[in-house]
């Protein structure tokens, strides 16, 4: 079974290629059938779980040099298999609509199988060698997905930006994999943990590695400061922005972090963690609350309420962490294709400031996206209420994150309400603010696109009420404990509540006033810097244009000047100035000539004569 779970979506995606030449249809029904099939298969292994699929493989060996290639399934890795699977099934139904003008759905199909293979590998490795495969297959996937629409510019800018901010991570992963094999003498996860559990490990050399391995981790789930390629990935196919950027890849970072938790715990690298993540989490909320377009929007959310993961794990708490990425997979893959069913509709009209009043249109889809509003906003009973204040409470309870990181994480938490309240308000509610535009409104499917959403709409309110199960699978413990402050619930409801307030206030009450406000030039400033992410990517194009490539082309060319045609120019010099010295010697006289020679001569006969007397 676990074979078929590895190489089922590798064969679906040859079949829905190749079958899909003939017919596209098929190359649905291919990865349609793949998918369902995927996800019975991570359930029965989660209902029969009875202790952890230990397979240990070699891929090679070298003399004394084995390199391993095996698979470990526990319940972390069967709880991301679930949400693998599960998500990428529904979101292969909502293509059928959303994809079904396109000519290249062979195409699309076989990469989302490839792409839900590499997830599969990645989460169920037991080795670093393992994992870093499948790391590899999901990132040459997301820059296949991404640039799918590849025939436009900014499509295939989008893959190529993807695919160099990540493959800079994966250096530092790589780098990791080498340094643990020399230090430690093996690549299994789990005896990687032992051995720091044990004290085995140096530790200065175990936090260098753990950086090393939270770099690959920040570009792979766009943290700060790599983040700018997430934003620029939403110009791929919304259904591609819910698989990769909501409920997948985007998690792998997350998800290697915590396999190696205690790993990090010993190394003294957690704080790094949670630093990093705060700070991603405040760009990511504050970024989001002034963008236009739907899926930047929830670009920007993802990458905060993942850094919210990372500071749960940070604060040291696997449990909170862990819940939160789950929990947001859930809801965000919901936002994302409610997002999708909302642009298909309009004509793939992105611009919330062109939408409004699409409630009265679209009403069961107005409703579930706003279950996922509720539920980023951490509204109880929704899933996301649980996981966001176990995560604040965890960061404010540890000593080494109770200060400014605490108070980031807190407000990122907050402004969840205002940033996502906003998008939901501005795109159902009030008055349509393009009349053109919402007479010719499409009615979506109510099988292919509102029952997937149904679906997630239902699994994020289920999972409110699950979140003691769902922690103790994730830790693999029978008891554990969800941090509380006391009055913190009260206090960030409180604050939600304004938040809401000044949300329908200042976006459907006075439009007007909202108006006025953003042409103050402070405002505006602010803004800028807001909607322009904190001009990171610019600084990072800039530093790399002037620091690094504009240093290094003026460093080649003064060694091209100065030391490779200085040596070749003093070469042509030497041998002009070796042939003037020579040049006297030599004259156009036959007597002349012959003199020097026979001079030349009886030099060297005195000398072979003194040499033999010697």
């Known amino acids: 079974m676990v074979a078929s779970l590895l190489l089922l979506p590798l064969l679906g995606a ?62 972390l890795s069967l709880v991301m ?93 790589f780098a990791a994999i080498g340094l643990l094999f020399y230090f430690s003498g093996t690549l299994d996860l789990m005896q990687i943990n032992a051995m720091a559990n044990s004290g085995t490990l140096d530790k200065d050399t175990m936090f260098l590695i753990a950086i090393f391995i939270f770099i690959a981790a920040i570009g792979k789930s766009g943290q700060f400061p790599l983040f700018p390629w997430l934003m620029r990935a939403m110009e791929g196919p919304t259904t591609v922005s819910a698989l990769i950027h909501g409920a997948t890849m985007v998690n792998s970072g997350i998800y290697i972090v915590a396999r190696l938790f205690d790993f990090y715990t010993v ?103 706003g279950m996922a509003v509720l539920s980023l906003s951490g509204i109880p009973p929704f899933s ?65 696109i509102v029952l997937p959403l149904a679906i997630m709409a239902g699994v994020t309110l289920l999972l409110g009420f699950v979140q003691t199960p769902l922690a103790q699978m994730l830790s693999g413990e029978t008891s554990v404990k969800m941090h509380h402050v006391d009055g913190l619930v009260l206090g960030l409801i409180f604050a939600m509540s304004i938040l809401a307030l000044l949300v329908y206030y200042f976006y459907i009450r006075r439009l007007d006033l909202t108006a006025k406000v953003s042409k103050h030039p402070l405002m505006k400033a602010i803004h800028s810097v807001l909607f322009n992410g904190y001009y990171v990517e610019y600084l990072i194009y800039w530093f790399i244009e002037h620091v690094i490539i504009q240093s290094i082309a003026k460093t080649m060319h003064w060694i091209d000047q100065h030391l490779i045609d200085a040596s070749i120019n003093g070469v042509v010099t030497l041998a002009k100035k070796v042939s003037k010295v020579f040049g006297y010697t030599y004259s156009q006289k036959v007597g002349d000539n012959a003199s020097a020679m026979a001079i030349g001569l009886f030099f060297l006969l005195v000398a072979m004569l003194l040499g033999g007397i010697v």
């Open 14 to 75: 040859i079949l829905a290629y190749l079958l899909g030449l003939q017919n596209k249809k098929l190359a649905f029904w291919v990865a349609e059938i793949t998918g369902i099939l995927l996800f019975m298969i991570s359930l029965i292994l989660m209902i029969n779980y009875t202790e952890p699929i230990d397979i240990p493989m070699t891929w090679f060996e070298f003399g004394a040099i084995s390199i391993p290639f095996g698979i470990y399934i526990d319940q």
């Open 81 to 173: 298999l679930l949400i693998a699977t599960g998500l990428g099934f529904l979101d292969i139904h909502f293509a059928h609509d959303y994809m079904s003008d396109d000519p290249h759905q062979p195409r699309y199909y076989a990469k989302v199988l490839f792409f839900i293979g590499g997830m599969i590998l990645l989460v169920s490795a037991k080795d670093m060698i393992s994992l870093f495969v499948g790391w590899e297959f999901m990132g040459l996937a997301s820059y296949l997905l991404i640039s799918f629409w590849h025939e436009q510019k900014a499509p295939a800018d989008a893959g190529v930006s993807a695919f160099l901010f990540t493959r800079f991570g994966d250096i530092f992963l």
């Open 267 to 369: 190394a003294g690298a957690l704080i790094v963690v949670a630093s990093i993540g705060a700070i991603s989490a405040f760009i990511g909320a504050t970024s989001a609350l002034v963008q236009s377009e739907l899926k930047k929007v929830l670009a920007y959310s993802t990458m905060s309420h993942l850094s919210i993961a990372f500071v749960g794990l940070g604060a040291g708490s696997l449990v909170a962490g862990m819940t939160h990425l789950v929990n947001h997979a859930v809801f965000k893959a919901l936002l994302f294709l409610g997002a999708g069913a909302v642009i298909m509709s309009v004509h793939h009209v992105k611009d919330m400031w062109r939408l409004g009043g699409l409630s009265k249109k679209m009403l069961w889809i107005s409703i579930f996206m």
């Open 384 to 448: 996301g209420f649980y996981s966001k204040d176990a995560v604040i409470a965890s960061a404010i309870i540890n000593p080494d994150t109770t200060g400014l990181i605490a108070i980031l994480v807190t407000i990122a938490g907050l402004l969840s309400m205002a940033y996502i309240g906003r998008l939901w308000v501005l795109t159902f509610r009030g008055e349509p603010r393009d009349k053109s535009l919402f007479t010719q409104v499409k009615t979506p499917s109510t099988f292919w």
